[in-house]
């Protein structure tokens, strides 16, 4: 018969633009870390796709430099800088990206103490724990414990499956290197994770091993202050039972989870 049309309906399609936000004062500055956050008032007609905040030594930063990443949504969101040095001036502004672009706070800026504290950079990466009485290696008179690579180092395979390892895995604090070493000598194939962090140069220093659970249960005490992802798995250098599988910690907003597979790394190092 034909075609037949309702009644005309005018629309105009709305033009996104950048979000406005504000970036949260400074709270609870230590010689590592910092509180800081934002809040994002108006998404600019576009859904907020990533936020948090960024800083620098210098001024104006952006996310090309150290930021943090809180995810989606709007509303107000808390951060914490970490790595930072003791006693230096950093510059700090939230940010907020959506289709249209990335929208920056106002810019705030903090100097660190100079006191060393978990998250502090210092000797080539991050403090992500002070031994305890009772830890492997605690000293009561010389402050010591254990750094974590500021980034991942990669992905990699944990070794050789098929291997019979002649010592086994140990899992307290001080047994990372010794597994390390023992994967690397059992097993020849390159690339793997224990060889990558056996050998690895990381600002100066050469002595970082793939850590064990211990290690990194430790770290996990800490981890709100410390450059680890929510949402990845992190290989061990131990491994799962009996099964020659290495163990993975994933990490969760409550901390560490089990689970098997290859994964992200990330070297320590005691000190």
Same mark, same amino acid.
């Given at each position: 018969?034909?075609?037949?049309?309702?009644?005309?309906?005018?629309?105009?399609?709305?033009?996104?633009?950048?979000?406005?936000?504000?970036?949260?004062?400074?709270?609870?500055?230590?010689?590592?870390?910092?509180?800081?956050?934002?809040?994002?008032?108006?998404?600019?007609?576009?859904?907020?796709?990533?936020?948090?905040?960024?800083?620098?030594?210098?001024?104006?930063?952006?996310?090309?430099?150290?930021?943090?990443?809180?995810?989606?949504?709007?509303?107000?969101?808390?951060?914490?800088?970490?790595?930072?040095?003791?006693?230096?001036?950093?510059?700090?502004?939230?940010?907020? @990206?959506?289709?249209?672009?990335?929208?920056?706070?106002?810019?705030?800026?903090?100097?660190?103490?100079? @006191?060393?504290?978990?998250?502090?950079?210092?000797?080539?990466?991050?403090?992500?724990?002070?031994?305890?009485?009772?830890?492997?290696?605690?000293?009561?008179?010389?402050?010591?414990?254990?750094?974590?690579?500021?980034?991942?180092?990669?992905?990699?395979?944990?070794?050789?499956?098929?291997?019979?390892?002649? %010592?086994?895995?140990?899992?307290?604090?001080?047994?990372?290197?010794?597994?390390?070493?023992?994967?690397?000598?059992?097993?020849?194939?390159?690339?793997?994770?224990?060889?990558?962090?056996?050998?690895?140069?990381?600002? @100066?220093?050469?002595?970082?091993?793939?850590?064990? @659970?211990?290690?990194?249960?430790?770290?996990?005490?800490?981890?709100?202050?410390?450059?680890?992802?929510?949402?990845?798995?992190?290989?061990?250098?131990?491994?799962?039972?009996?099964? %020659?599988?290495?163990?993975?910690?994933?990490?969760?907003?409550?901390?560490?989870?089990?689970?098997?597979?290859?994964?992200?790394?990330?070297?320590?190092?005691?000190?």
């Amino acid at each position: 018969t034909g075609v037949t049309y309702g009644n005309n309906v005018v629309y105009t399609t709305f033009n996104p633009t950048l979000a406005t936000l504000t970036t949260i004062a400074i709270t609870s500055i230590t010689g590592g870390t910092a509180s800081s956050g934002g809040t994002i008032s108006n998404d600019g007609g576009s859904e907020i796709t990533q936020k948090g905040i960024c800083w620098s030594t210098s001024t104006s930063p952006t996310i090309a430099n150290s930021k943090t990443m809180n995810g989606p949504n709007t509303g107000t969101f808390t951060s914490i800088p970490n790595g930072l040095t003791i006693n230096t001036t950093y510059y700090v502004r939230a940010y907020a @990206t959506n289709i249209t672009g990335t929208a920056y706070g106002n810019q705030i800026s903090f100097t660190t103490t100079s @006191t060393l504290s978990v998250g502090s950079f210092y000797q080539g990466g991050v403090i992500g724990y002070f031994l305890q009485s009772g830890d492997p290696g605690y000293s009561s008179t010389v402050q010591r414990g254990i750094i974590i690579s500021q980034n991942n180092i990669g992905t990699a395979d944990f070794g050789c499956y098929n291997v019979t390892y002649p %010592n086994p895995f140990g899992t307290a604090i001080g047994n990372g290197i010794n597994n390390t070493t023992n994967i690397v000598a059992s097993c020849p194939t390159p690339g793997i994770a224990a060889e990558i962090c056996l050998n690895l140069v990381l600002n @100066t220093y050469s002595d970082w091993f793939l850590p064990c @659970t211990g290690e990194w249960n430790a770290v996990n005490t800490n981890y709100l202050l410390l450059p680890l992802n929510v949402g990845e798995f992190y290989l061990t250098s131990n491994t799962h039972g009996t099964l %020659n599988q290495n163990v993975l910690l994933y990490m969760t907003s409550g901390g560490f989870g089990n689970g098997l597979g290859a994964y992200q790394y990330k070297a320590f190092r005691l000190f």
